[in-house]
DNA sequence: CCTTGTCAAGTAGCTTTCTACATAGGGTAG
DNA sequence: CTACCCTATGTAGAAAGCTACTTGACAAGG
């Protein structure tokens, strides 16, 4: 996968969401409306590729908020420049997800 | 499939684009980037499960544009059913290709 | 002529996605 | 204290999607 993994059109979208800051799994599933058996093993692919990488939340944030830890994921470079393929390839995606950039604009 | 029909999100994606006037395979290839392996096989259960119907263009038509003949396609009243359960389940989904509705407004 | 290009639809076989269910801690309702 | 809901992640097996290729007709270039 020397340059550019080609990307289906969900995991461009996933992508694109962890890149729009939307970081964890469950996350994703509520803003997407695509279940968690797509999202989880997509996400565990894309870590594979080396698009992003993960962290487990410290246990202690999770207690004080009464519910489970979280894995939190954030997009690495090679994701950032597979994604600006993607963007290109599927037009749609852009408008899908504003990024914090596209918002302030 | 007494109701409603659940749809995958490429499954919804296409009906969509058909909803929006994109009424045959490789109009919807080229709008939403999706390859032919992807479109074709999923209009043809679209209309195995009635939420489509297709034609063939006269050939006279194809003739005078010079190309092949198009298979057109055009929404059921049960696929304007299913789109809409669609749109509630894929939030997304509404944004990614304007309904002429959606334009005039 | 013959290769290359374009539009349009299609298929085989491998990969990904989806449905349904599981796990686990906490809350809340009876 | 049992039953059920909410957050969050995860899995197995069936269904659907993706890559690469094919068909076919017509156009353009050499």
Redesign the interface.
Known sequence: MASEAKLS??AA?ILQAIHAGFVYGFSIME????PSGTVYPAMRRLERDELIRSHWENQAIADADQRPPRKYYKITAAGRTTLEASRK????LE???PTEEAKSV
């Open positions: 059109h969900t979208m803003m997407t409306g695509l390839r599927y037009p749609l408008r899908l997800i």
